[in-house]
């Protein structure tokens, strides 16, 4: 990993170090494939990960710095933090490669990629409620919905909190995901829409798995809330948005545009920051991520520099060194502190 990390950064962001000087905080607009990986661990010739040196904060565009200047409501409602939903059991005689639930470091690693969602298995994900209460105890006037009551059309309904956390399972599937399924999560979405180019919305074929999600995909769209669903939330005025689950910083790669996915849906709806994940991690490690940098956010820290000192924090300690555990988690949109403060 650190021989690829190395690799990387050589043919990335060593063209460019002289021309950086002495800024400690990177704003990246990447591009293409460049989307898809974290910079922070990106290895210097020094040995060093580019976190060690930088803060940094990630653009759809650079046109986002723009839209950051735009004034924005306050928010109209105390912190929603929605997790460990019921997902239910599969609608039909199973289906699948599910995996059996897990415990401890495995057990946010079930399927959240395949051909169609009848290809996926959302287990049950006990410790993100454990997750939510910690940053609870630190937001006492926060809601916390969970089970049965962390539903699809309570997040529909959120009206711009200050915080939407969603620990969840996050899903992409790929383009040759098949038409039937799109055409399901399309149903859900809008009972108008038709036509091939929407089957082929990238915003139809990612999504977050919520209450009922195993047992209610057909027709009304049960528990799955898909990225184009997303995009229709009320969260202007809302300061940040993070999305504890797997995947959920996937989608489609348009050059010159960022990623089409949940990344562009809670952008779309009005988030003025998005923390989400690059690739399937664990409950555990998740909670320990996700309480450290809130606690960060609490002391005032930016919505950056929260998730850099919790990686720096992370990666000093035995056993979670490898990017694998600190650099799943990346931040987009505005880096200032809660209050706007830069």
């Known amino acids: 990993m650190r021989k690829l990390a190395r690799v990387a950064d050589a043919k990335i962001f060593a063209p460019i170090r002289p021309l950086v000087g002495d800024a400690k905080h990177l704003l990246i607009a990447p591009d293409g494939e460049l989307d898809l990986i974290p910079f922070e661990a990106l290895l210097d010739d020094h040995g060093h990960y580019l976190v060690e040196r930088f803060s940094v904060s990630y653009l759809s565009t650079g046109r986002d710095l723009l839209r950051m200047q735009a004034p924005r409501p306050p928010s109209k409602s105390v912190p929603l933090l929605v997790a460990n939903p019921v997902f239910g059991a ?93 055409k399901s999560a399309e149903r859900g979405a809008s009972a108008k829409a038709a036509g091939a180019a929407e089957l082929d919305n990238p915003l139809l074929r990612s999504g977050l798995a919520l209450a009922g999600a195993n047992s209610g995909r057909a027709g009304t769209g049960g528990g799955i809330l898909t990225a184009l669903e997303a995009s229709n939330l009320n969260l202007w005025g809302t300061k940040l948005v993070t999305l504890s689950a797997c995947d959920t910083g996937l989608g489609d790669v348009k050059n010159g545009e960022g990623v089409y996915g949940l990344r562009r849906a809670f952008v779309l709806a009005g988030s003025e920051t998005l923390v989400m994940s690059l690739w399937p991690v664990s409950d555990e490690v998740t909670r320990e991520m996700m309480t450290s940098y809130y606690t960060g956010l609490k002391k005032g820290l930016g919505r950056g520099d929260a998730l850099r000192q919790t990686e720096l924090a992370m990666l000093k300690r035995k056993g979670r060194e490898h990017p694998f555990y600190w650099a799943s988690f990346i931040q987009s949109g505005e880096w200032a502190n809660l209050d706007g403060r830069r």
């Open 90 to 182: 599969p609608a039909t005689t199973m289906l699948a490669k599910a995996e059996k639930p897990a415990s401890g470091l495995a057990a946010r690693r079930a399927i959240t990629r395949g051909a169609s969602l009848t290809d996926v298995y959302f287990a049950p994900l006990a410790g993100t409620e454990r997750e939510a209460r910690s940053i609870q105890a630190l937001f006492p006037t926060a809601e916390l919905l969970t089970g049965t009551r962390a539903t699809k059309a309570a997040v529909e309904q959120a009206d711009a909190p200050q915080i939407l956390h969603i620990a969840t399972h996050g899903f992409f599937l790929e383009d040759d995901a098949g038409k039937s399924q799109a």
